[in-house]
């Protein structure tokens, strides 16, 4: 299964280069150029990036896969959303190895089942 186009693309400033421009018009998306000024949608990229950083310190320091870590963030449910990332973007859940979140959702099944029985 492929990733759906994008409607937008956010950018600090503008990608100048024709190539994007050719690649932008053949995939039909709209860009949209951020100002410097505008901390909000600057802020959310700089929050990215540094847990995007972390997470890869924090596997090469214990030596993990930094793909397992990908997968393991992927698949945290986010706060206040109730769902990870993977099942919004995808619509259902991925493997995990993250050990904290097969437990919720073994428990999630075990309260499911245990409410079937008394039904």
């Known amino acids: 299964m492929g990733f759906p186009i994008p409607w937008s693309v956010m950018e600090d400033l503008g990608i100048h280069q024709k190539k994007f421009h ?3 018009k053949a995939w ?3 860009n949209e150029m951020s100002s410097p000024g505008n901390s909000q949608s600057n802020g959310a990229a700089e929050v990215a990036v540094n ?12 030596s993990q896969d930094p793909y397992i870590g990908l997968l393991n963030q992927r698949n945290t449910p986010t ?9 919004s973007l995808m619509s259902w859940g ?4 993250n050990s904290s979140h097969a437990e919720c959702t073994q428990a999630r099944g075990r309260r499911r089942l245990s409410h079937l029985a008394t039904t």
């Open 22 to 24: 050719t690649f932008r």
């Open 51 to 62: 847990t995007a950083k972390r997470l890869f310190q924090k596997c090469h320091a214990s």
């Open 79 to 87: 706060e206040g959303a109730g769902a990870s990332r993977a099942q």
């Open 28 to 30: 039909n998306f709209s």
């Open 94 to 97: 991925t493997k995990n190895t």
